[in-house]
């Protein structure tokens, strides 16, 4: 399957894409190294050699081309030996290169020591367990995905709300949260803080009230193993997002494309004006995720509000919260903006990525390193299952990499090009290592790099908020159950409560009707007041996008008004002042509409989030009058009428005989019952919910169930991406770091000098035959030339045999018509 299409500069070294292993992906970028366009000439076994030999910028594209000729004219075997790499050569070429970037004033973060250190530990790797890539818990490491996910699986949790009595440990990453490896152990195992607390209570260890094991990363359900409609919906929302904010770039790039003046003053105000167009594309993504689960947009909203708070920190000295971004974000500098801008639309590009099993033929690749040791350790080579899935591909008419189609790789004869060399310049990624590199990277290199924890804490959130959810509905099914049963049992309520006398049957009827239908109700609120709380984070959100909008509009139109009465009373009867003024003047009305729409925009949003807020208070207080008087009151009746209600005695118990005692006790549970039905009577019966109520509230309730189930199919969209994000945070893949700054630049040099060479070659053997050609012409003239010489001769000696026979032949006349004279 292909993967997504890059439509950026690539970010960081050796990039690559998001998705599963065995996806590629069309980047259009080369190595960052060597710049996609570093060439060599000369001694291609010297790498020291190579990097003498440079020529001017080439793109990935034109690197291809170049190579391509080479690469369809050697045989498939020979293709596979030019795509082995000797260790030595390999860590010569990077000390090389190193020392080249170095002269170029652009050094590496790492040094040659660091890349031998790297290499040696993914060759021992490779040779241990056949992979280049652990999965890291603490301190503990896993050879494949499958085995950390067991073991996460394993590993219990302190029920968030349900800790340690003592160090107060009550979330997943708490101070005790390394507490327990077994679901039966009771003991909390001390670390950090917690150690004092253990000195002064002599050592005694704390107690865990509780322990609920839920496995943070789990196979899909049966039935789920594809793709899922909410999974295909989630990802077509940021494909479109990702389309709007790519379409509206090249808009206004080509918006500045065609300006003609490009001074100095307009060199400025581009950079202002694309801080700006990143500035609202920020706004624009981070509204449209807040429009999706809390645990996908905090993923997103977290890290950026963070970089975002400390840069405007540093910037006016103010401390703020993680809340204040949008305001933040038009302080910040043009260089911070576009990090949050890449950051952004990285982490978004990853929700692209198709979920669910992958298909057959990459479900036997498996997750594969795209370069394998060979021998004993001392050299390398591309994975033949990497190697075969590149051949089979081809860019599609989209320019997304596809699969050929059966009969044309038969056609082929196992000699497909396929797009290896497309991978090897970088035009295309494997999406699979993309996805762990931005899993891993910090949005700014003095910040953390995002750890496993904060990953496996939002896995177990979102595992805990889908289990309250899926309560919700099952405590909502009961009820709508026990109302049907309950219409059952009544038969027609009006009529009943029309009734001027009830017995105490009816009255028990009634009440547990009502008991019934305000449990019912405060469920519907319940989902009410939740779908609510969606659309207010919707609306907050929007207002934090339009009051820095506004701010900056009228500030804006605050300084075209000032222009404005500059030109009003400025004098001159030039061209070019009326031009100016006029100017000044449509700017001004430019700035006083959007000004005007904007304050409207704003307006809105505000009174349609006072008015949500307003509703929300009113169910919340609802809700509580509800649950704490009303329905308390319905309880009371009803265990009184019931007999569970027992008033305290009047005199000891061992004073009085049982008869005595049961007779007291029947005279006051008879009054008892005479008081609830008066209460009933005068003051319940008017309050009882109709027969039109009782549709409302299920219907309501239906509605819930249904809005909750979509909301859960969305909440399994979620957690897939936060669980492959859990197993790429976590994985330490050496194999990304060896091939893409290691292995692919050496690579390229070595096709680029193999391919210089064969041109070279193609070249002298083209001029041989040219001068072939030219010798086989000349001497084709020359024996035309001689051949019309002979011609000529003999045309000559014909006619010179010609004029001899004809004198002959007069003379022959001449001499018979003398001899006839003499006769």
């Not at 038969?491 to 029309?498: A, F, H, I, M, W």
């Not at 700035?591 to 729409?597: D, F, M, R, S, V």
């Not at 009782?694 to 969209?717: P, S």
Request: hydrophobic content about 30%; charged content about 35%; proline content about 3%.
């Amino acid at each position: 399957m292909p993967g997504k299409k890059e439509k950026r500069g690539q970010h960081g070294r050796g990039g690559n894409g998001s998705g599963h292993n065995g996806h590629t992906s069309n980047q259009g970028q080369g190595s960052k190294r060597n710049g996609g366009g570093n060439q060599t000439n000369g001694n291609k076994s010297d790498p020291m050699e190579q990097q003498k030999h440079v020529q001017p910028y080439l793109e990935p594209a034109q690197r291809i081309e170049q190579a391509r000729p080479f690469w369809e004219h050697i045989p498939p075997e020979k293709r596979k030996q030019l795509l082995e790499i000797d260790v030595e050569k390999l860590l010569e070429y990077t000390k090389a290169s190193l020392q080249v970037m170095e002269q170029l004033g652009a050094p590496e973060n790492r040094d040659i020591e660091e890349y031998e250190q790297i290499l040696k530990t993914g060759i021992q790797r490779q040779q241990e367990k056949d992979t280049w890539k652990r999965w890291i818990w603490h301190d503990e490491e896993f050879a494949s995905a499958e085995e950390f996910r067991d073991h996460l699986a394993k590993v219990a949790r302190i029920h968030p709300g349900k800790g340690c009595a003592s160090c107060g440990a009550t979330t997943i990453l708490g101070r005790c949260w390394k507490v327990l490896r077994e679901p039966n152990e009771k003991e909390c195992y001390l670390c950090g803080d917690c150690k004092e607390q253990q000195e002064q209570t002599n050592g005694t260890l704390h107690k865990v009230e509780e322990v609920e094991g839920i496995p943070p990363i789990q196979e899909r359900e049966k039935g789920k193993e594809k793709e899922q409609p909410a999974e295909a919906a989630l990802r077509e929302r940021m494909k479109d997002l990702i389309s709007y904010v790519h379409d509206s770039t090249r808009s206004f790039h080509e918006e500045h494309r065609q300006r003609n003046d490009r001074n100095r003053r307009h060199r400025d105000m581009d950079i202002d004006e694309s801080r700006e167009a990143n500035i609202s594309h920020i706004q624009h993504m981070l509204s449209m995720l807040s429009r999706e689960q809390d645990s996908l947009y905090h993923t997103c909203y977290v890290p950026i509000s963070k970089f975002a708070s400390a840069c405007a920190a540093r910037i006016d000295g103010r401390n703020r919260s993680d809340q204040e971004l949008f305001n933040d974000l038009e302080i910040l500098s043009y260089e911070d903006i576009n990090r949050i801008y890449d950051f952004l639309l990285e982490k978004i590009e990853t929700y692209t990525v198709k979920q669910g099993d992958p298909e057959e033929e990459e479900k036997e690749m498996g997750d594969i390193d795209l370069f394998a040791v060979s021998g004993d350790g001392r050299g390398l080579r591309v994975h033949p299952k990497w190697l075969q899935h590149l051949e089979e591909r081809k860019l599609g008419d989209d320019g997304q990499p596809q699969r050929m189609e059966d009969e044309e790789l038969k056609g082929m004869q196992g000699a497909a090009l396929g797009l290896v060399l497309e991978w090897i310049y970088g035009s295309i990624i494997c999406t699979a290592e993309k996805a762990r590199e931005v899993a891993r990277r910090p949005l700014a290199d003095d910040l953390p790099a995002p750890s496993a924890d904060l990953g496996y804490m939002a896995v177990v959130q979102q595992h805990n908020m889908m289990n309250h959810w899926r309560n919700m509905i099952s405590t909502a099914k009961g009820l709508l159950g026990k109302m049907l049963e309950s219409r059952k049992q009544i038969g027609d309520v009006d009529s009943l409560k029309q009734k001027e006398e009830h017995t105490k049957e009816e009255v028990l009827q009634l009440l547990k009707r009502e008991e019934l239908l305000t449990q019912a109700k405060i469920e519907m609120l319940n989902f009410k007041h939740w779908a609510g709380e969606k659309e207010v984070k919707k609306l907050r959100t929007q207002l934090g996008v339009k009051e820095p909008q506004y701010q900056r509009l009228k500030l804006e139109f605050e300084e075209a008004k000032l222009e404005k009465f500059k030109a009003e009373r400025g004098k001159g009867d030039g061209h070019g002042y009326h031009r100016n003024s006029e100017a000044i003047m449509q700017e001004h009305m430019e700035l006083q509409t959007a000004l005007q729409e904007s304050t409207l925009e704003l307006k809105r949003i505000q009174a349609s989030l006072s008015q949500l807020q307003h509703e929300q208070s009113h169910r919340t207080q609802e809700i509580t009058q509800l649950t704490r008087s009303w329905l308390v009151q319905i309880g009371s009746m009803i265990n009184k009428l019931e007999g569970k209600f027992r008033p305290p005695s009047s005199s000891p118990e061992s004073t009085r005989s049982k008869d005595v005692a049961g007779e007291e006790e029947d005279v006051q549970q008879l009054a008892i019952v005479r008081s609830v039905m008066k209460q009933f009577a005068d003051d319940v019966k008017k309050q009882l919910y109709t027969t039109k109520e009782d549709l409302e509230v299920f219907n309501g309730i239906k509605e819930g169930i249904k809005n909750m189930e979509r909301h859960i199919e969305d909440g399994y969209a979620v957690l897939s991406h936060l669980q492959t994000h859990l197993l790429n945070v976590s994985c330490d893949d050496i194999g990304a770091v060896i091939g893409g700054n290691m292995c692919l630049p050496f690579l390229q040099d070595k096709l680029d000098s193999a391919a210089l060479d064969y041109a070279a070659a193609e070249a002298a053997k083209a001029e041989a035959a040219v001068i072939a050609l030219e010798r086989e012409e000349e001497l084709r003239k020359k024996a035309e030339k001689q051949k019309k010489e002979r011609q000529r001769m003999k045309r000559k000696q014909k006619e010179r045999e010609e004029r001899e026979q004809k004198l002959a032949a007069e003379r022959e006349a001449l001499a018979r018509k003398q001899a006839e004279e003499e006769e």
